[in-house]
């Protein structure tokens, strides 16, 4: 299980769940959840990156719960509270956590706008073709993500030759080389690999933190899957609305991705690039992230559930008149010689 060594102060620091609970997967895996902000606020459901947890969303969702809205979180197996899972790491594990967590944190008929970061939008893409994810998403986000060729796409390492790039990529994915306590130069690397080159040293130290807690074998287990990631067949099958999130110097995940989900998406809610920022787009700039996922919410979300229950609430209030009208004539029948 990750070593929670987290900001305990600050921005960057875990807001307090207004809820916690364990949600057992499919295949036994149990997934640490937390539910922030009121109880009736409409809700946003959150999956986080590589190496990252709950924790990564820290200023997001104190944002989105101060706003009023309902904020669901939850820790992907391995990482932070949720421990090494029995049944492996798969695309297939990916997409079967995102639904137990819908299921266990939704309202039956409940719809959500969900988001994702990095592996957090490959969970989503993972999950496009399962009836949970059509029947819960109202809208989605996918931030800072691709859907293939991570390894040859990346740019940590620049190396010229395209094969060569994407077969150090692969190997740095799937190390398991210990990380060791967060230090300055351990804090240089992650800034260089992850985040833009204006990322102020708070941000950087919270990254820093955030990536160390994760246990290496868990790290190498999941980069192996990235290695090897092929989504975008699954693409075109989130025909939910869907907006794309992209730093404009993020190496992980560089913007030819981002612009080739907006161009393969059924229904594109726009293209953000972000310029000058890395991949850790949620704390590099969580307003430009929240005021996404907020705008999601107000268009896709809270008008169609108003409509819903406006409709809900003619339809009883018929059948309120239907009786009362009724009962008028049940009397004068009743008076008749």
């Not at 994407?166 to 351990?186: F, N, Q």
């Not at 690039?273 to 979300?301: F, K, Q, S, Y």
Request: with cysteine; aromatic share 2%; net charge neutral.
């Amino acid at each position: 299980m990750s070593r929670l060594i987290h900001i305990s102060s600050g921005p960057y620091a875990p807001p307090a769940p207004a809820r916690e609970l364990t949600v057992t997967s499919a295949d036994g895996a149990r997934l640490h959840a937390e539910t922030h902000g009121p109880e009736n606020g409409p809700a946003i459901v959150l999956a986080h990156g590589w190496t990252c947890s709950t924790v990564f969303w820290a200023p997001v969702i104190r944002k989105l719960a101060a706003d009023g809205h309902r904020v669901i979180v939850y820790d992907q197996r391995g990482h932070g509270r949720s421990p090494a899972a029995p049944g492996g790491y798969s695309t297939h594990a990916l997409a079967d956590d995102l639904c137990a967590v819908l299921d266990a944190t939704l309202d039956e008929g409940e719809r959500a706008v969900i988001g994702g970061h990095s592996m957090g939008g490959m969970t989503i893409m993972a999950a496009a073709d399962r009836p949970e994810l059509g029947r819960r998403a109202a809208a989605l986000l996918l931030c800072s993500t691709g859907a293939s060729r991570l390894p040859g796409e990346a740019r940590v390492l620049p190396f010229r030759s395209p094969r060569l790039r994407a077969r150090a990529h692969r190997l740095l994915l799937g190390s398991r080389a210990p990380m060791g306590p967060v230090t300055p130069i351990s804090k240089k690397a992650v800034k260089y690999a992850t985040m833009g080159p204006g990322s102020a040293p708070d941000k950087v130290e919270a990254c820093a933190r955030i990536v160390h807690a994760c246990p290496r074998t868990v790290r190498a287990a999941w980069g192996a899957v990235l290695g090897d990631l092929d989504l975008a067949a699954r693409i075109p099958e989130l025909t939910a609305p869907t907006a794309v999130i992209i730093g404009t110097q993020d190496r992980l995940t560089p913007i030819v991705h981002a612009r080739e989900l907006a161009a393969a998406l059924p229904d594109c809610a726009g293209l953000h690039e972000l310029a000058g920022l890395g991949h850790m787009t949620p704390i590099e700039a969580p307003e430009a992230v929240t005021d996404v996922l907020g705008g999601l919410v107000r268009e896709h979300l809270a008008a169609t559930d108003a409509g819903r229950d406006t409709e809900r609430d003619m339809e009883r209030g018929s059948e309120r008149d239907v009786e009362r009208g009724s009962e008028p004539d049940v009397a004068k029948e009743a008076g008749k010689p």
